[in-house]
């Protein structure tokens, strides 16, 4: 019997390598067979449609008892910056605008404004604590000294003044939120995300967002964490969902009557 030659050092190298990398294709096949869940560990959210992930956030929200939201929303012409807890029966936090500064709280209908001197003295030059409205209420050192008096004090919103819905409705938490979780034209999955350092999942209205990104959370209940109005209207995020806050009506010595119509609030 003939014996074959030894294969030359180059062909015994190809055939090494060949065979080595045969066995890491069949390892990485082997361990690749089915890619990584990206659902593992989650809710499960993500892997339902956008419409069931939408309505899984809206019942979520619907049986939170309190929520902190905080943010932009630009409305009528108007940017406010929020920072509001908010709970059914109530309601405390701050809104910015782009000539003003106040703080809001509402104790069952009760409604609060609070706000520094320079709130009052550029809102209503003429209004004094106590006066009411259509009395003369003088001018120059005066309405400093009155806006003085209500500097970091609470004023009592009437109900039947003009600025008491729109200023309550800062407040509504249900209104607020109803507002907040429709997204605009057919819903569709989007990436996922983390907010606050929590994954989420994205439900967009339209192809690209454009009415509207909802991220929702994909840890324990799907609350949702953030939303971005379409038109470049505003995000706010949404977060210590149930957490419980205390609400106190201020006392007579934390208050000043305004005694006339409230400013406005838009810009």
């Not at 404004?113 to 005066?142: Q, V």
């Not at 690209?208 to 840890?219: A, I, M, Y």
Request: charged fraction near 25%; hydrophobic fraction near 35%.
């Amino acid at each position: 019997m003939t014996a074959l030659p030894p294969a030359s050092r180059p062909r015994r190298a190809a055939l090494l390598s060949a065979a080595l990398c045969a066995g890491l294709t069949l390892a990485l096949t082997a361990c690749g067979e089915e890619p990584p869940d990206p659902d593992a560990g989650t809710n499960g959210v993500g892997r339902l449609t956008a419409q069931e992930i939408e309505t899984k956030a809206r019942t979520a929200a619907d049986a939170a008892r309190a929520v902190r939201l905080s943010g932009t929303l630009v409305s009528k012409g108007g940017t406010y910056k929020l920072n509001m807890r908010l709970k059914g029966d109530g309601a405390q936090g701050s809104v910015v605008t782009k000539n003003s500064t106040f703080e809001l709280l509402r104790v069952a209908d009760a409604l609060y404004l609070k706000a520094d001197a320079d709130f009052w003295t550029h809102a209503e030059p003429d209004a004094k604590p106590g006066s009411r409205p259509g009395s003369d209420s003088g001018g120059g050192d005066g309405d400093s000294e009155a806006a003085g008096k209500l500097d970091d004090k609470y004023v009592k919103v009437p109900r039947d003044d003009p600025s008491y819905k729109q200023l309550r409705g800062f407040t509504e938490m249900r209104a607020l939120l109803r507002g907040l979780l429709e997204v605009h034209g057919e819903a569709g999955k989007g990436d996922r995300d983390r907010i606050g350092g929590v994954r989420t999942i994205k439900v967009l209205g339209g192809p690209k967002g454009e009415g509207g990104t909802l991220d929702v959370s994909l840890e324990g209940t799907p609350y949702p964490l953030q939303y971005a109005r379409g038109g470049a209207a505003g995000v706010v995020t949404l977060s210590e969902w149930n957490a419980d806050f205390a609400l106190r009506a201020p006392s007579p010595a934390e208050t000043v009557d305004y005694g006339r119509e409230l400013p406005r609030t838009s810009e």
